[in-house]
């Protein structure tokens, strides 16, 4: 199989995606995990979204054979459900499972016109009987994502929804097993948590109740109150979530919640570094490669637990094929999480992402070159966040609309000021999570699929995988192809320089005015300007020699 182009784009597939090499003597083993979703009919909600894209993509790719997935797809932008799924397909994503099994594995997905949102899921008494009489496996992944989200509209999204869902699952004939993808931050309460059922924060039957009875105004009222420790709307209706179907867990009902962590861009396939959004570390890498981001409040030693967004896909495949096929290892239960295994510092992922987007894969444009710091003072990152932030990005706004531009950066830096918002709990503050069952799942597979379906990052390079994630974000997110890494570099080499000099500007002109106050600093500027000036002759006589490597 060669794959030359990612769809849609002059890009060498290769420059990302290096095959899966298994040893002749493992092929002969079965793929048993795979044959979990053999002639099986799945029905996913969240399949537009980042985790569903790639889950729908390796089910696909990995059992061909599956019967049919159905997709619930809401009508967004004037699309139908028919059109958003056929925009899905023409994503980047998809170009090795289309290379690998012909264009026509996709007619295997079928989209089911409907809303979470909606009471009964907006569905048709047609589609929904469709459902009942085939679907033998739900994978319930549908949420609202914004942590800023109105607390109404998240709990009639992710709460009522799941609640919408059960009820549709329980009706299903053939059902065997119902798929919940949680989070594993959302009883964060609890500083080590177990793979265990919690108790939610209220009754969230009631709650539904209450709040649809209520505008969305007189919910933000009492929002506070309502969500008491919860630290957003996100958390708290995802816990809220968990215990629906945890009580009907506990009725009887085969049900798997899996608690995924953050989850970041690919590792290995299909597409290395690949991502439809910039959250997570990966935001912040871009951000502080752009030259935006220059200050964060946060405990420079912590981490957060963070998992690649494939590797949490093999979870949910081996969390699926464990509960219907291991039942003597049955868990209903299990953390997708990594902190047991690896923990990355904040102060690392900054200094790696520094040492990539400077020298490495820079990125086009950058507004300043790439610095700052991390601080543990509130007060000392506010008063950076006004000078390194706020003021710079009025006043390039000021040029960019003196030069008959749009202006741009104010507005971006009020998206990070939110966002900051919500990092900034969870960069300082720690939990422990752990995941005990994915080591019972390792013992049950055997070679090949523990190669092919890896749930552990014993060998990954963190430096190479950023390198991916900022390359990746580079080309399908910001549109920067390959060809423009040259000028990227000559940009940012010349952007070092402007730092250098607005540094040594800004603090010779503090010096300068202490000096009016001190015959000493006085004379200690006299001689720091001779050296300058000593300095800039022999650059300038010399002519300039620096290279790349030396910046």
Known sequence: MVVNKVDGMNVEYETFYKPIE????????????????????????????????????????????????????RQKKGKNAKQRIEELFTSPLFTLLKTTHGEKIIHKALPISGNVEEIGLGLSDTERQTLINEVDIVIHGAATIRFDEPLRKAVLLNTRGTQMMLKLAKQMKRMEVFVHI?????????????????????????????????????????????LGDCPNSYSYTKCLSEGLVVEEMNKGMPCLVLRPSIIIPIWREPLPGWTDNINGPTGLLIGAGKGVIRTMFCDNTGYADFLP??????????????????????????????????????????????????????????????????KTSRLLHQICVIFFHIIPAYFLDAIIFLSGNKPCLVKIQDRISKGFEVFEYYANNQWEFKNDYVHVIRKLMNKRERMEYKIDGEDLDIRKYFQDCIMATRIFILKEMPDTLPSARRHMRIMYWVDVIAKVLFFGFILYTLSSYSETLRSLFRVLFSIVQYVGGLFVSSGPKATLTEL
Not at 49 to 60: A, M, P, R, S, T
Not at 182 to 188: E, Q, V
Not at 210 to 219: C, G, I, N, P, R
Not at 330 to 353: A, K, N, P, Y
Request: aromatic share 10%; hydrophobic share 35%.
């Open 22 to 73: 298994i040893p002749d003597e493992y092929r002969s083993l079965p793929d048993r995990v795979a044959e979990t979703f053999t002639g099986k009919t799945i029905f996913m909600t969240g399949a537009t979204g980042f985790l569903g894209k790639v889950l729908l993509e390796k089910i696909l790719r990995k059992s061909p054979n599956v019967k049919r997935i159905y997709i619930l797809m």
């Open 182 to 226: 949680s989070t594993a931050y959302c009883h964060l309460e609890q500083k080590v948590l177990y793979e265990k059922p919690y108790p939610p924060p209220t009754d969230p039957t009631k709650l539904i109740a209450k709040l649809e009875a209520m505008t969305e105004e007189a919910v933000e009222k009492q929002a506070r109150a309502l």
């Open 309 to 374: 967004v494939d590797i949490t896909i093999n979870g949910i495949f081996l969390g699926t094929w464990a509960y219907l096929t291991q039942k003597e290892h049955r868990q209903s239960i299990c953390h997708l999480t990594s902190s047991q295994e690896w923990q990355v510092s904040w102060q690392e992922i900054i200094d790696i992402g520094k040492s990539i987007v400077t020298t490495e894969v820079p990125l086009n444009g950058c507004v300043w070159y790439p610095g700052g710091s991390m």
